[in-house]
T-cell receptor, first 111, second 114 residues
């Protein structure tokens, strides 16, 4: 069983839609949860960072962590064509520890 | 801004060749990482380093070695390239800080082994 599971998609939505991206994990020791965005032919860049359970909001993006269910989500409101990218979830036990990545979900927002 | 640079964006090598991938970061980060990224498998950690001359194996170190002679530079070496090492290679760095867990990535090197 993989440490982190993520539906690869692809996901295609119309502009303005609400997008929900999800990951599940098996290791209850994970405490740090990240979402990275990767544009085509570029390296991943950090989008959201959450410690332990709860919600975090940044503009159109909301990250949710439910440690009891071992489930994390990223919501994108009012999606834009510029949001078209691959979204990777990542998690770790402690800061500086190894990251465990999901396989990434490919998202296309159609104008 | 943190900048992580990788020596090549695209490389084509032949089976059996020795391949060097170079990564340089300009923010004095202690930690550096090498990943490979493959469709359906995501990012997998090959090696990482917490300090100069220090290295730790990740999940898939077989067929690879690394070198960290200076803090800003982390090299990945394919001793004898094979076709199954055709992949996107990503370097990352991060600060050693209990309050900060961000890894900064380079643009990647797409390696093809023929």
């Amino acid at each position: 069983q993989k440490e982190v599971e993520q539906d690869p998609g692809p996901l295609s939505v119309p502009e303005g839609a609400i997008v929900s991206l999800n990951c599940t994990y098996s290791n209850s020791a994970f405490q740090y949860f990240m979402w990275y965005r990767q544009y085509s032919r570029k390296g991943p860049e950090l989008l959201m960072y959450t410690y332990s359970s709860g919600n975090k909001e940044d503009g159109r993006f909301t990250a949710q962590v439910d440690k009891s269910s071992k489930y994390i989500s990223l919501f994108i409101r009012d999606s834009q064509p510029s949001d078209s990218a691959t979204y990777l979830c990542a998690m770790s036990r402690n800061t500086g520890n190894q990251f465990y990545f999901g396989t990434g979900t490919s998202l296309t927002v159609i104008p | 801004d943190v900048k992580v640079t990788q020596s090549s964006r695209y490389l084509v090598k032949r089976t059996g060749e020795k391949v060097f991938l170079e990564c340089v970061q300009d923010m004095d980060h202690e930690n550096m990482f090498w990943y490979r990224q493959d469709p359906g498998l995501g990012l997998r950690l090959i090696y990482f380093s917490y300090d100069v001359k220090m290295k730790e194996k990740g999940d898939i170190p077989e067929g690879y070695s690394v070198s960290r002679e200076k803090k800003e530079r982390f090299s990945l070496i394919l001793e004898s390239a094979s076709t199954n090492q055709t992949s996107m290679y990503l370097c990352a760095s991060s600060i050693l800080d209990v309050a900060n867990n961000e890894q900064f990535f380079g643009p990647g090197t797409r390696l093809t082994v023929l």
